[in-house]
Structures are given as structure tokens and as C-alpha cells.
């Protein structure tokens, strides 16, 4: 189904930030989900279309629900303390007028400030990552373990579309082209969290959960191709091995498609909880657009 066409047929008289919000969300949904959430929501939105300042008031919801709402959530999803306190700071932020400036100019500052240390791996990650650095064979196995968390990252990024509520909601603030500029660092921060966030817990839980599954993959590979780095008499040698035992991995990990599904089921375990919570606050977010007159 064409979700520009739909959202924007004009016999709808759909709200432009109602449509943007709409078309955005459902098309990063596989497209069975998408016509799904389409069809009880399509006599809720018709007859939304108002004046501009209803308009703009709609998207200050949009942007209101990002600093006080999204953003936490992915913030408290992280686990980390100090994430968690920026977490209770920005819910403690005063609710923005739905006219003039929605927030004070200092949120501009605070979000990248924020953004910035979502994008730092937790120390948990590293701390377990050093635990077999004393192991050149077992060094390679948490690498690939760790490259199975990417994977797992991103195909659950675009399967689940664990970013698409904020996506929406960007999407209908950038209806009101005069506040989607003036306010483009917070929403790019807020995406930012959101992505940092989702990335180093699936990289972490694959990291923790799978290692010793790679182990048991990587390690025998290793062990029947004789790699042995004592060997190496220069810089230059070591090097030449270590891609070697590199190459060796990847196929040993390519090779067990079962892996990458387990990776897959672990790195949702670990934020989709937080997914389906971002997704019940937007579908709340949508009521209130809609509702507002």
C-alpha cells in the first residue's frame, strides 16, 4: 500500500503532522503490520486538517513527547546510572507551551550532552572484553561475538523498527519547517539516544550471552588450521597471522546460521521491552495530536 497516497488523499482532510507522523511509522513496518495499524486508525485521523496554529501545536506534542518521554525510556533502557539521572531530569522538564518556544534554549545543550555519552559502550561491555585478552584464541572469539552483536543490532533495527516511533515523530515536527530547524539538534539527539542505546544492549547482551558459543565455533577452527602466533618473528608476521585467524572465524561463525538467529533472539530479548513500551507511549502520543483542537 502507498502510505503517501493514503495519508495524503485529500478526501481524508488528514492533519499534515497526523499524516507525516502516520505514513512514517507504518511504512518502517513490515508492510502486513502496516495495513494492520492502518485500518482502525483511518476514521480516527479523517477530519483532523485545522489551521497552522493547531498544526504547529500538534507538532510541539511531537517534540514535547521526545524530550520528556522517548528519550528516557531509551535513557533508562541503558542501565547506567548516570544515563538514568539524565533520564529523571529531562521528565522533570516543565510541559512546553503550545505556543512560542517549547523548551528553554539550555535543552539544546543538555541533549547533546546526553547524546554524547549514550554513543560511550558501557564499561561492562570492555570489562568483559578484557577478561580474555590473555587469549589470543579466545580474544578472536570475543570479536566475533561482538561482530555477531552488529549484525544482530542492525537486522533488528530494520525488522522491528525499534527507532520508528521517534522516526514518526520527527517526521511531523518537520511539517512545521520554522520548528523542525530551530529544534533540529534536540530531535537529533533524541535519535541519536535512541540508536546508541539499542546498539550497545544488543552488543552487550549478544557479547555476554553468545561468547561461549563462538568459543566452541571459533576455537577448534582455530586449533585444526595450526595457527600459532609464536611464530611471528615481526610486527609484520603477527599482522599477517592475525588476519588470518580473522578469516578463519568469520567463516567458522558464517558457517552456523543457528548462531546469528540466537544472536538475533538475544539482542531482542534485551531491548524489546523497550521497543513495544516506545511504541504504546506513541500510539498515546497520536490520541493527543488528534485530540488537540
Given at each position: 500500500m502507498?502510505?503517501?497516497?493514503?495519508?495524503?488523499?485529500p478526501?481524508?482532510?488528514?492533519?499534515?503532522?497526523?499524516?507525516?507522523f502516520?505514513?512514517?511509522?507504518?511504512?518502517?513496518?513490515p508492510?502486513?503490520q502496516?495495513?494492520?495499524?492502518?485500518?482502525?486508525?483511518?476514521?480516527?485521523?479523517?477530519?483532523?486538517?485545522?489551521?497552522?496554529?493547531v498544526?504547529?501545536?500538534?507538532c510541539?506534542?511531537?517534540l514535547?513527547?521526545l524530550?520528556?518521554?522517548?528519550?528516557p525510556?531509551?535513557?533508562?533502557?541503558?542501565?547506567?546510572?548516570?544515563?538514568?539521572?539524565?533520564?529523571t531530569?529531562?521528565?522533570?522538564?516543565?510541559a512546553?507551551?503550545?505556543?512560542?518556544?517549547?523548551f528553554?534554549?539550555?535543552?539544546?545543550?543538555?541533549?547533546?550532552?546526553i547524546?554524547?555519552?549514550?554513543?560511550?559502550?558501557?564499561?561492562?561491555?570492555?570489562d568483559?572484553?578484557?577478561?580474555?585478552?590473555?587469549?589470543?584464541?579466545?580474544?578472536?572469539?570475543?570479536?566475533?561475538?561482538?561482530?555477531?552483536g552488529?549484525?544482530?543490532?542492525?537486522?533488528?533495527?530494520?525488522?522491528?523498527?525499534?527507532?520508528?516511533?521517534?522516526?514518526?515523530?520527527?517526521?511531523?515536527?518537520?511539517?512545521?519547517?520554522?520548528?523542525?530547524?530551530?529544534?533540529?539538534?534536540?530531535?537529533?539527539?533524541?535519535?541519536?539516544?535512541?540508536?546508541?542505546?539499542?546498539?550497545?544492549?544488543?552488543?552487550?547482551?549478544?557479547?555476554?550471552g553468545?561468547?561461549?558459543?563462538?568459543?566452541?565455533?571459533?576455537?577448534?577452527?582455530?586449533?585444526?588450521?595450526?595457527?600459532?602466533?609464536s611464530?611471528?618473528?615481526?610486527?609484520?608476521?603477527?599482522?599477517?597471522?592475525?588476519?588470518?585467524?580473522?578469516?578463519?572465524?568469520?567463516?567458522?561463525?558464517?558457517?552456523?546460521?543457528?548462531l546469528?538467529?540466537?544472536?538475533?533472539?538475544?539482542?531482542w530479548?534485551?531491548?524489546g521491552?523497550?521497543v513495544?513500551?516506545?511504541?504504546?507511549?506513541?500510539?498515546?502520543?497520536?490520541?493527543?495530536?488528534?485530540?488537540?483542537?
Amino acid at each position: 500500500m502507498d502510505m503517501h497516497r493514503y495519508w495524503n488523499d485529500p478526501a481524508h482532510a488528514t492533519c499534515p503532522a497526523i499524516a507525516a507522523f502516520l505514513e512514517t511509522w507504518c511504512e518502517s513496518m513490515p508492510d502486513d503490520q502496516g495495513r494492520h495499524w492502518l485500518q482502525p486508525l483511518e476514521g480516527v485521523v479523517r477530519d483532523t486538517r485545522s489551521g497552522a496554529g493547531v498544526q504547529t501545536a500538534r507538532c510541539i506534542q511531537a517534540l514535547d513527547w521526545l524530550v520528556r518521554e522517548y528519550a528516557p525510556l531509551w535513557l533508562e533502557a541503558d542501565g547506567r546510572p548516570q544515563l538514568a539521572e539524565h533520564a529523571t531530569a529531562l521528565r522533570g522538564l516543565r510541559a512546553p507551551s503550545l505556543k512560542g518556544a517549547p523548551f528553554a534554549a539550555s535543552t539544546r545543550s543538555q541533549m547533546r550532552t546526553i547524546s554524547v555519552a549514550c554513543s560511550v559502550l558501557p564499561d561492562a561491555y570492555f570489562d568483559r572484553v578484557s577478561r580474555v585478552t590473555d587469549s589470543t584464541q579466545l580474544a578472536v572469539a570475543s570479536e566475533q561475538a561482538s561482530v555477531l552483536g552488529v549484525a544482530a543490532s542492525q537486522a533488528i533495527k530494520s525488522t522491528a523498527a525499534g527507532d520508528s516511533a521517534g522516526s514518526a515523530a520527527v517526521a511531523a515536527i518537520a511539517t512545521d519547517p520554522a520548528l523542525a530547524e530551530d529544534w533540529n539538534p534536540v530531535t537529533s539527539g533524541v535519535l541519536s539516544i535512541a540508536t546508541s542505546t539499542m546498539h550497545g544492549r544488543i552488543l552487550l547482551a549478544v557479547h555476554e550471552g553468545l561468547t561461549p558459543r563462538v568459543d566452541a565455533v571459533v576455537v577448534p577452527a582455530l586449533e585444526r588450521a595450526g595457527v600459532d602466533f609464536s611464530q611471528a618473528r615481526s610486527q609484520a608476521q603477527f599482522e599477517k597471522t592475525w588476519r588470518k585467524v580473522r578469516r578463519i572465524a568469520e567463516q567458522a561463525v558464517d558457517g552456523d546460521e543457528a548462531l546469528y538467529d540466537e544472536a538475533w533472539r538475544t539482542g531482542w530479548d534485551a531491548i524489546g521491552g523497550t521497543v513495544e513500551a516506545a511504541q504504546s507511549s506513541a500510539f498515546e502520543l497520536l490520541v493527543r495530536m488528534v485530540e488537540q483542537r
